[in-house]
């Protein structure tokens, strides 16, 4: 297993829209084992293939006060959200130290298949819906940030590229 390098915004990989999954391999199997550990080393909820600069419609993800419950979602489609919405702090591996509240249905069901092929439908509240539609949200290459205000967003976008600057 290898750790992956996690794309910062703002950089334009981000927006790419994420193709499905159409192998399902020990190639795509060794992906999702490195992208596990990598969000759990990162201290992340969940992670998509495109923060990784991987195009691909999958998803990792572990709510679980544990962290060893982990959810793997390939070309996952949401098929339901409840009309209730709720506005929340949400953050993004890829937008590190930023928090910012974000609404999102309260519950929500998704239809996906498991690094095996083999497809089931999840449903999910609380933080775990939360995060199926930030996660989603990545493989449509649209960013938490995008949610917020534009005068927000340039903060953000401005305190990011110094940080990486003062990095480099």
Wanted: glycine share 6%; net charge negative.
């Amino acid at each position: 297993m290898a750790l992956l390098n996690i794309l910062c915004y703002p950089d334009p990989r981000l927006h790419t829209v994420a193709k499905p999954v159409t192998v399902f391999d020990d190639k795509l199997r060794a992906l999702v084992a490195d992208m596990i550990e990598t969000m759990y080393e990162a201290q992340g909820v969940g992670l998509a293939a495109t923060q990784i600069n991987v195009h691909q419609r999958l998803v990792v993800m572990d709510t679980s006060e544990e962290r060893d419950q982990p959810i793997v979602l390939i070309n996952p489609e949401i098929t339901w959200a409840s009309e209730a919405r709720v506005k929340g702090e949400e953050g993004c591996l890829s937008v590190p130290g930023i928090y910012d509240g974000v609404e999102r249905a309260v519950a929500v069901k998704v239809k996906a298949a498991d690094e095996h092929g083999q497809v089931r439908e999840i449903e999910g509240e609380g933080l775990l819906a939360v995060c199926i539609q930030h996660e989603l949200d990545h493989l449509m290459g649209k960013v938490f940030v995008e949610y917020l205000s534009p005068l927000k967003r340039n903060r953000i976008k401005t305190k990011l590229l110094k940080a990486q600057r003062e990095d480099a």
